[in-house]
């Protein structure tokens, strides 16, 4: 059974701190690696798709790493509009799709 | 851009009612699920349907059924709703391989 386990649960930032989130992931067959960020009442939005070990995306403040058994999700200089839940997703060989717990990702000004 | 739309925002209905919850994508896609998400269980997948008329049980289809007769659109049933199926509905269409969500239905059963 695929499993993905984000860390940490939640993470409280200054404005301006650096700071990464963490996926592991165990996996039959990864087809891709997805992160998503979900505000309050909102559906998730899509924000990466990763599909070997040693990609990386980038979009505006955040950045995101794959490795074998984990991806990790860099966040620099955030601002407090960054505050969110960001979720982590695997895809198998099966097409199947599974979520992690997210980590709540609060920046104070 | 991906554009995946739900009827309702928010939704309050009794015990026992049937309920209908419609999602509608405009981009052609053959792929379609439906999510429930709850604190502490993250997002569990009900329903999926690969194209129209087809169907296929996800993780937690207890109580729940769907309907797929024109492709952009997949509609989730509560055939009788109950106090435990308060919760968050999502509907994602796939492009690729990558899924997009809509905005999400609150549902309450009272």
């Known amino acids: 059974e695929d499993q993905v386990t984000q860390s940490p649960e939640a993470l409280r930032l200054q404005e301006g701190e650096s700071s990464s989130l963490n996926c592991s992931y165990t996996?039959?067959?990864?087809?891709?690696l997805f992160w998503y960020r979900q505000d309050p009442g909102k559906g998730p939005e899509f924000l990466f798709t990763l599909y070997s070990a040693g990609e990386e995306k980038e979009k505006e403040r955040l950045k995101a790493t794959l490795t074998k058994k984990e991806s990790f999700l860099h966040i620099t200089a955030p601002k407090p509009e960054d505050s969110a839940t960001y979720l982590c997703a695997v895809l198998n060989a099966g097409n199947m799709l599974t979520f992690g717990g997210g980590t709540r990702l609060m920046v104070k000004p | 851009d991906v554009k995946v739309t739900q009827s309702s925002r928010y939704l309050v209905k009794r015990t026992g009612e049937k309920v209908f919850l419609e999602c509608v994508q405009d981009m052609d896609h053959e792929n379609m699920f439906w999510y429930r998400q709850d604190p502490g269980l993250g997002l569990r997948l009900i329903y999926f349907s690969y194209d129209v008329k087809m169907k296929e049980k996800g993780d937690i289809p207890e109580g729940y059924s769907v309907s797929r007769e024109k492709k952009e659109r997949f509609s989730l049933i509560l055939e009788s709703a109950s106090t435990n199926q308060t919760s968050m509905y999502l509907c994602?269409?796939?492009?690729?391989?990558?899924?997009?969500f809509g905005p999400g239905t609150r549902l309450t059963v009272l």
């Open positions: 994602a269409s796939r492009s690729g391989d990558t899924q997009y």
């Open positions: 996996v039959s067959g990864l087809r891709g």
